[in-house]
């Protein structure tokens, strides 16, 4: 059995707009553990990306506990949060948010260069990230000359390059073809066999069917959770 990487206890998350309060979600009871592959589903509004949020630390529960390797985040200031997520999180999301005039390499190199990585140790680590995606070919290719899948896997490879314990996918395949969006699922099933841990978050059956565990969520709660709490 694999240890608990990401724990929450309790979580409820309240937003407020002027004197009505949305309640996000309404006390979630989570734990993910090194190298799972899950999937997060439901309808729109039914708190996936409040909990992505949350797991990722880009935000914080309004109730409750949010433990990341067993050390409790949940009331850490916005700085503190960034070191916590900068060393344990590699997000990848919706939109690519490519730079349109670097190439793929160069892309893939720019979390280390904000990390201060020297360049020749930039780009070992940017074209192993590459090769894990099978774009190592392509990486002196800019944005203008990639596909749409081979823009998300560039991503996945900037999401995977300040070697994270957890790599959180919102809608990854959402402005891709079905074809393509296959594909690029296939990259997240391979990098967790792997090891890597994956959490998607979808409104898709056909996404979810490739993890290993699914959690259903509706209205704030989690539904349905084939993994369990274990």
Known sequence: MTGPLIVLDGV???????????????????????REFTAVIGP?????????????CLDR?????????????????RNELARVRSRNVGFVFQRFYLLPYATALENVELPLVYAG????????????????VGLAHRARHRPTQLSGGEHQRVAIARALVNEPKVLLADEPTGNLDTKTGHEVLKVFRSLNAEGRTVVVVTH???????????????????????????
């Open 44 to 56: 729109s509004g039914s708190g996936k990306s409040t909990l992505l949020h949350i797991l990722g």
């Open 204 to 230: 898709a059956s056909e996404v979810a069917a490739y993890a290993k565990r699914q959690i259903r969520m509706r209205d704030g709660e989690i539904e349905e959770d084939t993994g369990g709490l274990g």
């Open 12 to 34: 409820k998350k309240v937003y407020r707009l002027g004197e009505t309060e949305v309640w996000a979600l309404r006390g979630v009871d989570l734990v993910v553990r090194e």
């Open 61 to 77: 529960p309004t109730q409750g506990r949010v433990l990341v390797e067993g050390e409790e985040v949940s009331s850490l200031s």
């Open 117 to 132: 990585v020297r360049r020749r140790e930039r780009r070992v680590r940017a074209l192993e990230c590459l090769q894990a």
